[in-house]
């Protein structure tokens, strides 16, 4: 009797291994296309298994004298569907920067971002907040939560963003999942920070995102509640397989993922002067 396959234990093996399938048939319709047609089809096959992708990414700010100030130069950053990635390096050095231009916020002087599939960077702004309200979360180190809304209240304005409409049973339902099921009706100032913190998070996931953006989400968190507020973090993006990327400066929560970049390993923003000057 032959032996069943069983199925891989982890859905990323699975996409990967059909994306990979794909690609295999495509080779074989290399001659009938022709070459120009087969590697773009080929490019799709393989950016279909990204949740992130950046190509030849270029940043800089001009100052008031003219002069700019190189910020990104990165020739390729990629992050599968499901991902959990940490993001160090040293202040001033572009996380923040490189996080707004992942989620549409910022712009990126040149190359492309591609998001689940959707290349973002040459949209115009409008379609940009469109799309970054439907499918990328953020959570923000300030947390941004509107005073005179409750907890509830924040995440189902969260929803309404997204051109979806608001799912109030789903609201609630991330709501119990930080466990804050009690506290639906409270306003931020009557929440903890480390409460403020799991609202915030229950907001980032309100639009189901394929990609969650972290900024340093435990630097404003008493050490109490930092791993309670990283371990929501990483399990409820496991648990909706979203894609993950957190910047951190703690060498403690950063040594929790299997995957940590450094920013300037495969950032080098002398680049963008080196364009200039060509």
Do not use: W
């Amino acid at each position: 009797m032959s032996k069943v396959q069983e199925s891989p234990s982890n859905p990323n093996e699975s996409c990967c291994g059909n994306r990979q399938f794909a690609i295999q048939i495509l080779d074989s319709f290399r001659v009938q296309f022709g070459t120009r047609v087969f590697f773009k089809l080929q490019q799709i096959a393989r950016e279909g298994c990204m949740s992130l992708l950046l190509e030849r990414i270029r940043k800089s700010y001009r100052e008031p004298g003219g002069s700019r100030i190189p910020v990104l130069g990165i020739e390729r950053f990629a992050m599968n569907q499901g991902e959990q990635v940490a993001l160090i390096g040293a202040s001033g050095g572009g996380k923040t920067t490189l996080l707004n231009i992942i989620s549409g916020i910022l712009t990126p002087d040149s190359g492309r971002v591609v998001v689940d599939g959707s290349e973002i960077a040459a949209k115009q702004e409008v379609v940009r907040d469109r799309f970054r309200a439907a499918k990328i979360g953020i959570v923000f180190q300030t947390f941004n939560l509107l005073p005179a809304f409750s907890a509830l209240e924040n995440v189902l304005l969260g929803m309404s963003f997204s051109g979806r409409g608001v799912d109030k049973v789903f609201a609630k339902q991330l709501l119990e999942r930080v466990g804050l099921g009690h506290r639906l009706n409270h306003s931020p100032q009557k929440l903890s920070v480390g409460e403020q913190q799991r609202v915030a998070v229950a907001r980032s996931l309100a639009n189901k995102p394929v990609l969650l953006l972290a900024d340093e989400p435990t630097a404003n968190v008493d050490l109490a509640n930092q791993q309670l507020i990283l371990d929501l973090i990483r399990d409820t993006c496991r648990d909706h397989n979203v894609t993950l990327l957190m910047v951190t400066h703690s060498s403690e929560v950063a040594g929790t993922f299997t995957r940590v970049e450094n920013l300037k390993d495969f950032n080098r923003p002398e680049l963008c002067l080196q364009e200039q000057s060509a």
